[in-house]
Nanobody, 125 residues
């Protein structure tokens, strides 16, 4: 079992920045690929960013490329999402997720075995 806890959400004005953190416990963090998803009411959970076990490779949805950066610190069992130039359309509940599969497929939500409880990000215009 893996426990994931997100933190760092909040209210920010458009153009501002936030950094989300996801702390993991229960399994060797470096054995897990990780991802960030987000969800708004009435919509499916949307892929935001993914990172491989080593952190060498990352992937982003087009709408956040150039604004968001995913990273991880395996020594601290923590993943991050640095969000800059935030827009009102980034408003959502953000979830971190862990994937134990051998093949990396970051965009597919069903691939992820473990999920955090989510943290709210609200961007005001």
């Amino acid at each position: 079992q893996v426990q994931l806890v997100e933190s760092g959400g909040g209210l920010v004005q458009a153009g501002g920045s936030l950094r989300l953190s996801c702390s993991a416990s229960g399994r060797t963090f470096g054995s897990l690929a990780m991802g960030w998803f987000r969800q708004t009411p009435g919509k499916d959970r949307e892929f935001v960013a993914g990172i491989t076990r080593s952190g060498r490779y990352t992937d982003y949805t087009d709408s956040v490329k150039g604004r968001f950066t995913i990273s991880r610190d395996n020594a601290k069992n923590t993943m991050y999402l640095q969000m800059n130039s935030l827009k009102p359309e980034d408003t959502a509940v953000y979830y971190c997720a862990a994937d134990s599969h051998a093949v990396w497929n970051p965009k597919s939500a069903p691939r992820y075995d473990y999920w955090g409880q989510g943290t709210q990000v609200t961007v005001s215009s």
